[in-house]
């Protein structure tokens, strides 16, 4: 079977390995990435994607695509006849590429689909609290992210996992399901059943504005946005006027001298740092202030001085 792969960051490497592995059924034609990213470090000027270090280090043959609509790119893909076309966390096709593959093109999904339909499935599900999630193979179709479901794969979600965790859990799940996928095609044995669109939730992209924490919120509510947006592009409030970006936190004690606290208020006791929400505290853990390294809350507190039982306010 003839695949052409499609994907760029850390998500799509375990699929794209987990394939690779099997060259007995399957042969990888082509790997498709975005671009090379301007880097920051002295070393070299650009960096490759996750998805062409990977295919690199398998010997595969890398295409970098921009524009997906570019007739470059669909003569590319043509001329690689692909039986079918794996993508996992990757642009959004049109019909003239994904139509090429002769026994169909499905996508990777880090979600239990029709649930969480877009961008960010893996941050808005620990965002919401929810205690399961999963990943769904599915044929392409021009609506995002609607296509027709193959296979699903349920994980249930620990209380302290946050994002970065999560998603790396679910690229391993996910590798696995997608090599199911491939041998139920090969094998004339895939089915797929439709989506019902009436139990579809939407996961947009993140922004500045959809990461910011609102304060008037239940303590377990913050804790879930916090832990759903860690380690990136990670859950923010103001300090002093400055960003301030938190990366781990847990339900606080309650304080009774501080009970009547308006939420976004700090409290400092016995070198800890909380913040108040609208029904209690929560012990803030590891955070970066703008302009500063990521540091534990302890250190914070020592930096800033305060006295047991200070407020600040956010």
Sequence with gaps: MRIIFMGTPEFAVPALQAIAAEKSVFEIVLVVTGKDKPRKSKRADVEPSPVKQAALALGLQVY??????????????????????????????????????????????ASLLPAYRGAAPVNWSLVNG?????VTTFF???????????LQ???????????????????EIGANVVV????????????ASDQNDALASKA????RDNT???????????????????LKPAAWTTFQGKTMKLFRAAPGALFSE????????????????YAAGLDGWLELLSLQLEGRKNMEASEFVRGFRQNVGSSLFV
Aim: glycine fraction near 6%; aromatic fraction near 4%.
């Design 64 to 109: 970098e695509v921009d524009d997906v609509k570019d007739p470059a790119f669909a003569e590319m893909v043509a001329s690689c006849q692909p039986d079918v076309i794996v993508v996992a966390a990757f642009r959004i096709l049109p019909p003239a590429i994904y139509e090429q593959a002769c026994l169909g093109a499905f996508n990777l999904h």
């Design 130 to 134: 929810d205690r399961e999630t999963g």
């Design 140 to 150: 392409l179709q021009q609506r995002v992210d609607t296509g027709t479901v193959i």
């Design 153 to 171: 794969e349920k994980t249930a979600i620990a209380p302290d996992e946050n994002a970065t965790d999560l998603a790396c859990r679910l690229s």
């Design 180 to 191: 199911s996928t491939l041998h139920l095609i090969a094998s004339g044995k895939a089915t």
């Design 204 to 207: 947009p992209k993140l922004t």
């Design 212 to 230: 910011r924490i609102d304060w008037a919120q239940p303590v377990a509510r913050i804790n879930d946005f916090i832990r759903g947006l860690a």
């Design 258 to 273: 501080d009970a009547s606290a308006s939420p976004g208020t700090l409290l400092v006791n016995q070198g800890r740092l």
